[in-house]
């Protein structure tokens, strides 16, 4: 599976959009993009994934570009509870993935009040 | 409905001793995972597993057994225990048919003295 690259860590302030980017420049085109963040001391929680086209659920927007080389994910109004560290993942699923779940190094986000 | 459930939360072994990290989920998910996650960083995969009587090792299998005899469980074993393997571990699982989402268990916190 690609290697991601995300920044060590970020800053937003509370109610704003928080954007998150991660580099995947070497998916193949079977390869989903996958988002999970870790409250502290806590198991890490499933947020959004995507293929090719832009994703929306309760929790986030997830933007992939054109040639999927990079993607972002959205936290329209964060909160403090927000704060975490998030992973981006890229996965391949179905013929040929061995399913091998692992996690990078992640973003710390901190929301600021 | 449980999910992913770990047993015990915490545990203090002395060197050399042996003990088994239970996990069990009731999702009837078919991958199952085990991380462990040292302080201040971030999760390394240990084993995993696609289906009842099947594992294959993870980043740092080093130290550590496992067994898939039932869908439900995927106990870990520490044999010889030793200072470097204390940390948090946590059990995950997931399956085809939920996008692939993975639920993490609330961890067991070992410490080795």
């Known amino acids: 599976d690609a290697k991601t690259t995300q920044p060590t860590s970020m800053d937003c302030a509370e109610g704003r959009a928080a954007n998150l980017p991660c580099n995947h420049s070497?998916?193949?085109?079977?390869?989903?993009v996958y988002w999970y963040r870790q409250i502290h001391s806590q198991g890490p929680q499933y947020i959004i994934h995507g293929l090719k086209n832009n994703e929306t659920n309760e929790m986030a927007s997830l933007i992939i570009t054109e040639d999927r080389k990079s993607s972002t994910l959205i936290l329209p109004h964060a909160t403090l509870r927000d704060t975490a560290v998030y992973y981006c993942i890229a996965l391949t699923l179905g013929g040929g993935s061995n399913y091998k779940l692992t996690f990078g190094k992640g973003t710390l986000l901190t929301v600021n009040p | 409905n449980a999910g992913v459930t770990q047993t015990p939360k915490f545990r203090i072994l002395k060197i050399g001793q042996s003990m088994t990290l239970q996990c069990t989920q009731d999702m009837n998910h078919n991958y199952m995972y085990w991380y462990r996650q040292d302080p201040g960083m971030g999760l390394k995969l240990i084993y995993y597993?696609?289906?009842?009587?099947?594992?294959d090792k993870g980043e740092v299998p080093n130290g550590y057994n496992v067994s898939r005899s039932t869908t439900e469980d995927f106990p870990l074993r520490l044999e010889l225990a030793a200072p470097s393997q204390t940390s948090v571990y946590f059990c995950?699982?997931?399956?085809?048919?939920?996008?692939?989402?993975?639920?993490f268990g609330q961890g067991t916190r070992l410490t080795v003295v």
């Open positions: 070497t998916i193949s085109g079977n390869e989903y």
């Open positions: 995950a699982s997931t399956a085809i048919g939920t996008a692939f989402e993975a639920f």
């Open positions: 597993s696609v289906g009842a009587g099947i594992t």
